[in-house]
């Protein structure tokens, strides 16, 4: 489910964009400082969201360094250090393990189990420390698992389940901020797994896979719908997160939530559009919540 909660690069001023990166790099350091290289591998764009989100948010106290990696070895790079680096960083690897051990389950992908058991260390730590986070993403995967069984249509109920197990990872201190964080979070999550389900279209429908997309697909205005509830969750999710009082890095915020996430779709739209509909029963789409 990651990848789809990006910075829009061309849009961004230089300045904002080395914030990104320095926020980027603090949280792979948080990473390595829990589980070394291996947890690297699960570094996300998603998490770099929610840590600059909420350090927006809480504004906690911030150390600026700059270091040598892998990945920049010739030149110190910026590198952002905080409390909400350090739980986004936790969030990542929880979700990168039971996604990992997801995979496994369904397609005995061996390297898939391999990282996850090299993740069990730090994640046993991180569900000790965070059970209502831990038990959103176990009850997350068990519902999906069973509406892929079911083969469920109710594309707004199936959606809403990344949305409720994201809501409760972008909420880190339940206080008076936690139902925006929530409902953020919520929306947010049905957009990316809508976005992901709608990429993968044309692979599960020839492999025969489960996808909630199917049958709305068979709809002669399908893109139009596609992008009509696409930007029905962005807008919920926009919503919230303006309502946050927010004043630090608004600028990058804002060009994910306005910008970023849309030219991951215009790139999916762009490969979707030579595809035509395909007969058959359409189906609907129940109301938001």
């Known amino acids: 489910m990651f990848g789809y909660v990006v910075i829009n690069k061309p849009e961004l001023l230089v300045r904002d964009f080395e914030t990104y990166r320095a926020y980027y790099c603090g949280l792979c350091h948080a990473l390595k400082k829990r589980l070394g290289k291996r947890a690297q591998l699960t570094l996300s764009y998603d998490m770099t969201f929610l840590a600059m989100l909420l350090t927006g948010l809480y504004e906690p106290q911030t150390r600026k360094t700059c270091r040598i990696c892998l990945l920049h070895p010739t030149s110190k790079h910026a590198t952002m250090e905080n409390r909400c680096l350090d739980y986004a960083a936790d969030m990542n690897l929880l979700l990168s393990y039971y996604n990992l051990m997801d995979d496994w389950q369904d397609e005995r992908k061996v390297k898939s189990r391999v990282l996850a058991v090299s993740l069990q260390p730090a994640v046993r730590k991180i569900a000790a420390a965070y059970p209502r986070q831990r038990e959103a993403v176990r009850r997350y995967l068990r519902a999906l698992r069973k509406c892929e069984r079911e083969t469920s249509g109710d594309l707004d109920y199936v959606a809403g389940l990344t949305g409720e197990m994201l809501g409760e990872i972008f909420v880190w201190k339940e206080d008076m901020w936690a139902p925006r964080l929530r409902r953020m979070g919520f929306f947010l999550g049905k957009f990316i797994y809508l976005m992901d389900a709608w990429e993968d279209l044309e692979e599960d429908r020839e492999k025969g896979l489960y996808n909630p997309w199917i049958p ?74």
């Not at 915020?253 to 359409?282: A, F, M």
């Open 216 to 289: 709305l697909s068979r709809e002669p205005d399908f893109s139009q719908t596609v992008e009509d509830i696409l930007n029905m969750m962005m807008g919920e999710c926009s919503l919230a997160f303006e309502q946050l009082p927010i004043l630090k890095n608004t600028a990058i915020l804002r060009n994910v939530l306005y910008s970023g996430v849309w030219s991951k779709y215009e790139k999916i739209k762009e490969r979707h559009k030579h595809v035509g509909p395909i007969s058959g029963v359409g189906g609907s789409l129940n109301s938001q919540r």
